[in-house]
């Protein structure tokens, strides 16, 4: 937990400095593919291997795409992989009431009860001592030894995360201060972002949105971070379905996560794929 904190705080200074260094210091073009790229790795890492795969079993896949997207999710820099799990699943259980780990709506209605839940849903929830219970929560992954090994090392996956941007930059613009500046766009300031992006999934999410389905809490579909999220922030759907492989289930809802995980299907890297069902939409929408 540490580790986790302290990677925390230092992308989010790394983000609040971002926008006036950007003018004058050095982003690039080879800056912007790199942390669209690493972005791109963690975000998936996050919303196909931590979230549909791990955490609700939405598909079936081998030993050797189950530990790289567990790497892959480390790359995030969210947590190790059995603590996210973990938290997921608990807050699922317990989704907007008591035992919640990052609900917004545990202090109260009140214009400063839901502002004092925006933060403690958003990143507060991350610097409390209490942690998940692990046997309980994730015993199928406490029991695998790869995602043990993968877990243990999530310093490892921090490491590479800052590190390979860094490497890259500098061997293409073959200089130091190609470096220098990859390791803060596509390192410390990519890593914020997804932070941020991710974290307003449990905030914003669960305040404002459309909520077409019926769940037993109040996570809302929020279609401006579609894209960012890779097709999380239709939580709405996922709250009303926890298990299905695509959230964006209506006509326009663009998830990438999904087609990915169509991809996996279509080329026999992922089996019982659990793909919406008509009927089971049909259960669950609200009348208009």
């Avoid at 169509?262 to 026999?268: A, H, P, Q, V």
Wanted: aromatic share 14%.
């Amino acid at each position: 937990m540490i580790v986790l904190k302290t990677f925390l705080l230092i992308p989010f200074a790394a983000l609040l400095a971002a926008l006036p260094l950007a003018w004058g210091w050095g982003l690039s073009w080879l800056d912007l593919t790199l942390a669209a790229v690493f972005y791109t790795v963690g975000t998936l890492g996050v919303t196909v291997g931590y979230h549909r795969y791990f955490t609700h079993g939405a598909f079936k896949t081998g030993r050797r795409l189950r530990i790289v997207l567990a790497v892959a999710g480390g790359m995030a820099v969210q947590g190790s992989v059995i603590f996210w799990v973990a938290s997921h699943r608990r807050h699922h259980a317990y989704a907007d009431r008591e035992g919640d780990p990052h609900s917004p709506w545990l202090f109260g209605t009140s214009p400063v009860a839901l502002l004092r839940g925006f933060w403690h849903a958003h990143m507060g929830w991350l610097f409390q001592r209490e942690v998940t219970n692990y046997d309980r929560f994730a015993p199928d992954l406490v029991g695998d030894r790869d995602l043990r090994f993968v877990n243990r090392y999530f310093w490892l996956w921090i490491t590479l995360s800052l590190a390979l941007p860094a490497v890259l930059g500098g061997l293409v613009s073959w200089s130091w201060w190609g470096a220098v500046t990859a390791f803060f766009w596509a390192g410390l300031v990519r890593i914020a972002f997804l932070h941020h992006v991710t974290w307003s999934v449990n905030s914003i999410c669960h305040l404002v949105g459309d909520r077409p389905f019926a769940s037993r809490d109040k996570a809302a579909n929020f279609w401006p971070l579609a894209i960012l999220s890779m097709g999380e922030s239709w939580h709405n759907s996922h709250h009303a379905d926890p298990t299905c492989a695509r959230h964006g289930v209506l006509r326009g809802q663009l998830d990438v996560s999904a087609r990915v995980i169509w991809l996996f299907e279509r080329f026999g890297l992922a089996s019982d794929v659990r793909w919406p069902r008509a009927e089971r939409l049909a259960a669950k929408r609200i009348p208009a």
